[in-house]
């Protein structure tokens, strides 16, 4: 059963285990995956430059420029999804992951079906279609405008401001319930569903980075309100369209 629109969506795995990366290449092929492997980052350059790739299962640790810096880099110029591969399991490598930009994160020693997971959520969030059952294409609140067609935020000046898959679903989650107080768990499941790990950080962390987008002062915010001790808030009237 395919997960997207496409038949069979096309994941660039970038490893520079040869076992590891054929163990997962075998196994997404298994189900209903296209699969390209690189080695690292030049690797990946080439593939990406010759096909399209609808998700990257990135590696943290890679010879020559590391996934942190190739995750920095096809941010700037992609909003291609990334899951990001480490061996690291610290909190702070994961923050430092979502800080620039990856839609999830999953350490090593992992089940291929917990990545098979992972990604199947990603890429269904990332074609998904409203779900707050009026139709509504657009949503616009203290002058942005988040349109779920196109995926794309919108600046009171009409510019379009670059966001990751994973801040969009945040974001599309606080439109579809303003004035309601969302805890870090329920934001989990909105965005992540079952593939949603312990890791509620993640949450803040995107919220960090839709505050520094978003507010006028990100210190202190007006739109996406954080609850003393039970999550957050969006506070802002919402028309649709």
């Known amino acids: ?72 880099r096809l941010r700037a110029a992609s909003q291609v999804p990334i899951l990001m591969l480490t061996a690291k399991s610290e909190e702070i490598d994961r923050i430092v992951g979502l800080e620039i930009g990856a839609d999830d994160y999953l350490g090593k020693p992992f089940n291929p079906r917990e990545l098979l997971a992972r990604i199947r959520a990603i890429l269904r969030r990332k074609g998904a279609e ?61 965005t992540q569903g079952r593939a949603a790990g312990p890791f509620e950080r993640s949450i803040d962390v995107l919220v960090s980075r839709l505050r520094q987008k978003l507010e006028r002062d990100p210190r202190n915010p007006e739109i996406i309100r954080t609850i003393r001790s039970g999550g957050y808030l969006f506070a802002p009237e919402i028309g649709r369209s």
């Open 130 to 190: 409203p779900q707050d059952g009026d139709g509504a294409r657009r949503f616009h609140f203290s002058g942005w405008t988040l349109d779920v067609g196109l995926r794309q935020v919108l600046s009171p000046e009409g510019a379009r401001i670059a966001v990751t898959g994973a801040e969009f679903d945040l974001l599309h989650a606080l439109c579809l319930r303003p004035g309601r107080v969302l805890s870090r768990d329920q934001l989990l499941d909105l």
């Open 1 to 72: 059963m395919t997960t997207t629109n496409l038949p069979t969506p096309h994941i660039l795995v970038v490893e520079d285990d040869r076992e590891i990366s054929a163990l997962v290449a075998r196994y997404l092929r298994a189900n209903e995956c296209r699969v390209s492997v690189a080695g690292d980052g030049r690797e990946m350059d080439r593939v990406l430059a010759d096909a399209r790739v609808d998700l990257i299962v990135l590696d943290l640790m890679l010879p020559g420029e590391d996934g942190l810096s190739l995750c920095r």
